[in-house]
């Protein structure tokens, strides 16, 4: 396991963007890397992985689907997540997630990772 911590989160009006930060203590190469996020009242949503040996594969929630990219700096063992058109209902705390290993399949289920950070919040005001 390695030990996350997220930042880059913050107040924005409707329509404007924000990307957030996961800095991982150690090699995440070879890992299953995912952004999770939990609004209050709401179960946790899967919205964003990729497979951290092969970035290109994706996988992405439709609600967020267009607007939102997740990407990695392996040099730097840090996952992003780019947030545009932002609205009121993107609103919620953003968890960064990993499972280390071969990852077959990015995956948008909790239940799949083993690491997680803290979560930084996200606050979308109309």
């Known amino acids: 396991q390695v030990q996350l911590v997220e930042s880059g989160g913050g107040s924005v009006q409707a329509g404007g963007s924000l990307t957030l930060s996961c800095v991982a203590s150690?090699?995440?190469?070879?890992?299953?890397m995912g952004w999770f996020r939990q609004a209050p009242g709401k179960e946790r949503e899967g919205i964003a992985a990729?497979?951290?040996?092969?970035?290109?594969?994706?996988r992405y929630a439709n609600s967020v689907k267009g607007r939102f990219t997740i990407t990695l700096e392996n040099t730097k063992n840090t996952l992003y997540l780019q947030m545009n058109s932002l609205t009121p209902d993107d609103t919620a705390k953003y968890y960064c997630a990993s499972k280390k290993g071969i990852c077959w399949s990015p995956s948008l289920s909790g239940a799949d990772y083993d690491s997680w950070g803290l979560g930084t919040q996200v606050t979308v005001s109309s």
């Open positions: 990729l497979d951290a040996e092969s970035p290109g594969r994706t």
């Open positions: 150690g090699s995440i190469y070879r890992s299953c």
